[in-house]
C-alpha cells in the first residue's frame, strides 16, 4: 500500500462525509443485517442509494478514497469505491482491500463500483480465481462477470482463461450462484463465448465432483433455452 500525505482539504471532505453519514443513520437496518449475519466494524444502515447520493456530492480522490476504506465503518468502505480514482489504484490496494473484507455486500461493490474499472481488472480476477480464501474467489469471480457486463472494449480471449478455473471453483456448492450468474453474463456476450459456456457445461459433467456435476446438468439445461441460442442467429 502507497503511504500518501494528508492535506486539508481532503480532512475537510473526510469530516463532512463522515457527518452525513451519521444524519442518514437507520438503526433498523443496521439490526436487520447483523441478524443476518452481516458484520461490520460499525453500520449506520444507510442505504446504497444514499450513498451515492453523498459521493455525487464529491470530485473522485484516491487519497480520499483511502482514508474512508481505513476508517472501516460499512458507509465509509462503500463511499471509498465510489470515489476512488481507477487510474490511481494499485495491485497491492486491490489486494489488501479483497482480503481484508468480510461481507459478500462489500466484495460486490468494490466489484461493481471500482475494479473493473482500473488496468489490472484482468489479471486480478483471473489470479483471485486461483485464491485461498473463500470470498477472495468470491470476488474473482464475481469481477469477471462484471467485466463480461460492462467492459465493451474487451475481446473475447481476453475471458478464455476463466473457463477451466471455472471447472475447478464449480466443486464448491458456495459459489454456484456467482459463478452461474458469471457464466450466463459471459454466455450473453457474444456467440463465441455462448459455445465456450455450453462446452463447460457439458465438461463439468465430466467432472469427478458430484457437486460439479449437478452444476453442469443445471446449467447446460438453463444455456440450452432458446432464449440464448436464437440472439446469435
Not at 139 to 147: F, V, Y
Not at 183 to 192: D, H, K, Q, T, V
Amino acid at each position: 500500500m502507497d503511504f500518501l500525505l494528508d492535506n486539508g482539504d481532503t480532512e475537510n471532505e473526510f469530516q463532512q462525509i463522515l457527518k452525513r453519514i451519521k444524519l442518514r443513520k437507520n438503526g433498523d437496518v443496521s439490526r436487520t443485517m447483523k441478524a443476518h449475519g452481516i458484520q461490520y466494524k460499525l453500520n449506520w444502515g444507510v442505504s446504497v442509494v444514499e450513498l451515492r447520493e453523498i459521493a455525487r456530492s464529491f470530485n473522485p480522490s484516491h487519497l480520499l478514497a483511502l482514508k474512508l476504506w481505513n476508517k472501516q465503518w460499512r458507509e465509509t468502505m462503500i463511499l471509498a469505491t465510489l470515489l476512488d480514482e481507477p487510474d490511481e489504484v494499485t495491485e497491492e490496494q486491490m489486494d489488501f482491500w479483497t482480503k481484508s473484507v468480510e461481507s459478500v455486500e462489500m466484495v460486490e461493490q468494490a466489484s461493481a463500483n471500482l475494479w473493473w474499472k482500473t488496468r489490472f481488472a484482468f489479471v486480478k480476477a483471473l489470479e483471485w480465481c486461483r485464491g485461498k480464501k473463500h470470498l477472495v474467489r468470491f470476488t474473482g469471480i464475481h469481477l469477471a462477470g462484471r467485466l463480461a457486463l460492462t467492459d465493451k472494449n474487451a475481446i473475447d480471449e481476453m475471458f478464455e482463461p476463466f473457463f477451466e478455473e471455472f471447472l475447478t471453483l464449480a466443486k464448491d456448492a458456495k459459489l454456484h450462484t456467482v459463478l452461474r450468474r458469471t457464466i450466463i453474463a459471459l454466455g450473453n456476450r457474444s456467440e463465441m463465448l455462448y459455445r465456450q459456456t455450453i462446452e463447460l457445461s457439458k465438461n463439468l459433467q465430466l467432472s469427478d465432483s458430484e457437486t460439479a456435476i449437478r452444476f453442469g446438468e443445471s446449467l447446460f439445461e438453463e444455456l440450452s433455452d432458446p432464449i440464448f441460442s436464437e440472439q446469435f442467429d
